[in-house]
């Protein structure tokens, strides 16, 4: 059972010379994190580079952190703004009509009656339930896409994922809401 | 999950992905969804970029007492060659030199006219200097750019 409290605790550690300290703060929250930059990337590697960035820039960062606040929103903002400099950097180079449409699908998707009929149970049950789930969350707009990511991946309250993406509370919950009437129509089409 | 001290609305505000407290079917879809773990070795590859990235950082103590003894050999060194020069040593191994029948006929005494004339304290100084010097440089190569350690856990 996770403490609060403890990752800053880890960091204070860490930016005294405590290295121990800070391999374990990387322990604690890599699979977390790496999940989070999968759900945004959908690649492996690129979600270790975001994720493994994230970490690098969190260290180089721990004299000018301010620790009495919690450490993962400001973790998080970081990996985040990373997986969309490389997004734009697949954008810049990409030739393929499908990943330029990304963008018209999800104004698409956003533009449809939100999807109140609930899933159906086998859903659940399907061997490839990790593609389709990444797929369904890929058809959201971005805004969408990275409080569901956040949520599903972290253990962020939602004043947490506020912080994190630089928005307020209530639209955090807002857009989260939104968001998964979006999935079921996404899942619904990709079933 | 609960945390110690935790508002009871902060605790109910975090996304709990367990069937008892769930809100709705997306999210017991996506809870069935196994978390992908962490690329092996993970945390070593972030502990070596960090130990790239990040910048050298060297002792002050240790680089002044560095600094201290370059200065000293420099110091010595110029005493010794004074010494050497102004104190007739360099005369003596040039006349041991030329003469190498005084040297094999009376070894003890080229030998205490050596030791009288050279400047030993010097000589030991310049050469504990440069011991020290080493021991210094070793310790400030070792520090300065050393990657911290994952734990004995770590991935």
């Known amino acids: ?191 | 999950m609960e945390t110690p001290g935790e508002p009871q609305d902060r605790r109910e505000d975090r996304l709990e992905l367990q069937d008892d407290v769930l809100q709705d079917d997306v999210d017991r879809t996506f809870s069935r969804l196994a978390p992908l773990p962490a690329p092996h070795g993970f945390t070593t590859g972030v502990l070596l970029a960090v130990a790239a990235a990040r910048p050298v950082r060297l002792s002050v103590r240790w680089l002044t007492a560095a600094i201290a003894c370059v200065l000293a050999i420099g110091l010595l060194g110029f005493w010794a060659g004074q010494a050497l020069v102004g104190g007739g040593t360099l005369e003596l191994l040039a006349t041991l030199a030329s003469d190498a029948d005084a040297l094999g006929t009376t070894p003890g005494e080229a030998l205490l006219a050596l030791l009288d004339v050279a400047p030993w304290i010097e000589i030991l100084g310049i050469g504990g200097a440069l011991g020290a010097l080493t021991v210094l440089l070793r310790h400030l190569g070792d520090t300065g750019r050393g990657a911290p350690r994952a734990t004995a856990g770590g991935a």
């Open chain 1, 1 to 191: 059972m996770e403490q609060r409290g403890a990752d800053e605790a880890l960091a204070r550690l860490a930016r005294d010379g405590d290295d121990a300290a800070f391999a374990t703060l990387v322990e604690r929250n890599q699979q977390r994190v790496f999940n989070f930059a999968y759900r945004l990337l959908g690649d492996y590697d690129e979600a270790a580079d975001a994720a493994q960035h994230g970490f690098v820039q969190l260290y180089l960062s721990l004299p000018q952190l301010d620790l009495a606040r919690p450490l993962r929103p400001w973790l998080y903002r970081i990996v985040r703004n990373r997986c969309i400099d490389v997004i734009r950097q697949r954008r810049t180079v990409s030739l393929s009509a499908a990943e330029d449409a990304e963008d018209d699908n999800g104004t698409a998707l956003e533009s449809r009656l939100p999807d109140a009929d609930p899933l159906p149970e086998e859903l659940a049950e399907r061997a490839d339930l990790q593609q389709l789930l990444s797929a369904a969350i890929h058809r959201l707009p971005a805004h969408y896409r990275d409080v569901v990511a956040l949520r599903y991946t972290s253990d962020l309250s939602f004043a947490e994922v506020a912080e994190a993406l630089g928005i307020p509370e209530n639209t955090a919950r807002i857009r989260f809401h939104r968001a998964k009437a979006l999935l079921r129509t996404a899942l619904r089409e990709l079933m």
